[in-house]
């Protein structure tokens, strides 16, 4: 489990020292820095590193860095809000010791994510880490709930040698085929061995449909150590790309056209220590709860698409009949719909159930994605929202009177439509706070003004190496 609770300037009791001996333990294992981690609202990992022997000092007093990140574009531009955005002010990153890890991938560093306090020890409203952390802590208190989560990572492997921008596949072989899979099998089988020593525990990893594409499943964790997961694993496989002459993208269309990288949401909700996806009398062995955060899910997903698919780039992916999840519907098992509920095989249902939210890329900040679809489930619960009728193949293929009767309609076509449904809807807003969901806001516009003019595949060009 995370820590749930915020980092205290001084350290919290018995803290410093065990980051003393940490540090020790890293040293003598040869690791000389650690890396500092984070995410930006547009989904960029930002990094400060430290060599070992501070991270003592680190985790009593934080280090140094600029609030104006917060509103960073993809591209390094800067917008601003009323608040973020200037060169005023500073704000120390604090790491996580529980997450921290020698990094298999990178010899001589350690790893580790941090948490965004202001100088003055407060929180930052704009830390998205930090809010994750407090929709976790609230569900808890005021529901008794606790969430074990997986994101699914799709990435594409190109070669390092193609001519600069461009992206040439490492690998031609047939999707989820044999033949691809030998083609990376010395890459790939360094990144199992990674995994492990860095403790990541992996379902599977596979070749995928698109060019070059490989997907790697990972074991489910509460949320907040989900997201510090999704972000170590991608450091790692790019970091094991570069030293075998590959070169990986994680961007949600890495071309114009066809199957894009995906960064699929598996959730479920627990209480008392039992799966509510598993052994209740509603749908598919849904409880009433499960039931009814499902549909607060499915009914917030138009404005969750701003910050689930939060790139120009997302809405190259998020087109019908790819599996991309484009439409408000609900199935079991359907892998079309934008909320596919998963009961896992006979025997197991009870760990395994689970909702897996389809409409999500790497271009999200894991953090932000996680948060939002949590409150938006948590608003599903408080209301007791019931699930309309579910959808079996493709919602596509419905006519429109049908469609309309379950409520289905596609999600959000261009990021400048998801913006629109995100600044209506009152319940992620209030769920982020101010400060955060108007630097959601800013920065969304700005990646949209950042495009205005460009085609599909200048787009995708654009946020190519971004991700």
Known sequence: MTTLADPVPGGRPGEVERAGALAGE????????VVLSYVDTAGIGRVKT?????????????????????????NDHIVATDVLGSPDGDLRLYPELDRLVALAGQPGWAWAPVDRVTQDGERHPGCSRTFL????????????????????IE??????????????????GPAYGAARQIELSEY???????????GVDVDQIHPEYAPGQFEISVGALDPVAAADRSVLVRQTIRALARRH???????PAVVAEGVGNGGHVHLSAWRDGTNL???????????????AFAAGVLARLPALTAVTAPSPASHLRLRPSQWAGVFTAWGLETRECALRLVRGTAGRRAEQ?????????????????????????????????????ETTGDPARLDAGEAAARGVRRLPTSLAEALAEFRRDEVLRTALGPVLADAVSAVRQGEIDAVDGLDDERVAAAYRWKY
């Not at 890293?26 to 820095?33: D, I, K, N, T, W």
């Open 277 to 291: 996806y598993a052994g209740g009398v509603r749908r598919h062995g849904m409880t009433a709860d499960a039931e």
């Open 155 to 172: 990435w594409a492997v190109g070669l390092d040698s193609a001519p600069a921008g461009e992206f040439v596949p490492a690998a031609t």
């Open 245 to 251: 002459g590959l070169r990986v993208s994680f961007s």
């Open 50 to 74: 430290i060599p070992t022997a501070k991270l003592a000092s680190a985790v009593a007093w934080g280090v140094g860095m600029s609030p104006v990140f917060d509103t960073f574009l993809a």
């Open 133 to 152: 952390r407090r929709v976790v802590a609230e569900a808890a208190r005021e529901h008794g709930l606790a969430f074990k989560t997986a994101i699914e």
């Open 188 to 198: 790939t089988v360094e990144l199992l061995a990674s995994c492990a020593a860095q």
């Open 353 to 389: 159930a689970n909702l897996e939210v389809k409409a999500v890329d790497l271009a999200a900040n894991p953090y932000l994605a996680l948060g939002c679809l949590i409150a938006a489930g948590l608003a599903g619960l408080a209301a007791g929202a019931v699930l309309p009728e």
């Open 26 to 33: 890293l040293s003598a294992r040869g690791v000389h820095g």
